[in-house]
């Protein structure tokens, strides 16, 4: 089952671990067989949230929401069940820092038609 954990971490511990670190966790965790993708990404000062309501289309400059600790980067793993993934979650190397949210990746639905 795929899982996706997800990293988050404060403005204050955004660069607390160190790029080689995380590298070579993924490295552990593509030879072990369970990494399917991995990706940092850049502070929130980069992001656009983007909405649509009504037809129309807004962009707010910044994240979704004001929160403490932001999304700093996924890790999507492949796992037997929700125990192993956490434990692949706890050696996160940002999870010293911050947290990691274990979340079961769904499948779509396609044999329902929308209407």
């Known amino acids: ?15 607390a671990c160190p790029d080689p670190t995380c590298f070579a966790f993924a490295e552990q965790l593509a030879k072990s067989g369970h990494m ?7 502070p929130i000062q980069t992001a ?3 909405r649509v309501r ?3 289309m807004s962009m707010t400059d910044g994240p979704f929401a004001e929160t403490k600790e932001h999304l ?4 999507l793993i492949d796992a037997k069940d929700l ?3 956490v434990s692949w979650a706890a050696k996160i190397p940002p999870a010293k820092f911050g947290s990691i ?5 769904r499948e ?6 929308p209407s």
């Open 1 to 15: 089952m795929k899982y996706l954990c997800l990293v988050y971490l404060s403005e204050e511990n955004w660069n």
């Open 36 to 42: 399917i993708a991995a990706e940092p990404l850049h």
């Open 48 to 50: 656009t949230t983007v």
């Open 54 to 56: 009504n037809g129309q």
């Open 72 to 75: 700093a980067g996924f890790y």
């Open 83 to 85: 125990n192993e993934a």
């Open 101 to 105: 949210e274990v979340r079961p990746v």
């Open 108 to 113: 779509l639905d396609l044999g329902v038609a």
